[in-house]
């Protein structure tokens, strides 16, 4: 079983940053395709970006290319998402998730953070 859990969110001003952080506990992080997801009020939740296990390989949604960056940091179990020149749009909770070898989906998921950007 893999634990995640999110931290980082909050009210922001729109232009303004935010870092989310996800950390993972159990199995081997490494092995993880990992990827952060949202969801506003109303709407369903939908793809934000994913990294690979090592970092090699990002995808991002063309709805946040350019603004929203996805890293890790295997040493620390942990996946970030650095969100520059936020738009109220962007409220939403946020949620990662993990996507263990030999699954194609994902399986794990945390309890989502709240990131609001007042205009």
């Known amino acids: 079983q893999v634990q995640l859990v999110e931290s980082g969110g909050g009210l922001v001003q729109a232009g303004g940053s935010l870092r989310l952080s996800c950390v993972a506990s159990g199995g081997t992080f490494t092995t993880y395709f990992m990827g952060w997801f949202r969801q506003a009020p109303g709407k369903e939740r939908e793809f934000v970006a994913s990294?690979?296990?090592?970092?090699?390989?990002?995808y991002t949604a063309d709805s946040v290319k350019g603004r929203f960056t996805i890293s890790r940091e295997n040493a620390k179990n942990t996946v970030y998402l650095q969100m520059n020149s936020l738009k109220p749009e962007d409220t939403a909770v946020y949620y990662c998730?993990?996507?263990?070898?030999?699954?194609?989906?994902?399986?794990?998921w945390g309890q989502g953070t709240q990131v609001t950007v007042s205009s």
């Open positions: 990294i690979s296990g090592y970092g090699g390989t990002t």
């Open positions: 998730a993990a996507d263990p070898p030999g699954s194609s989906q994902w399986d794990y």
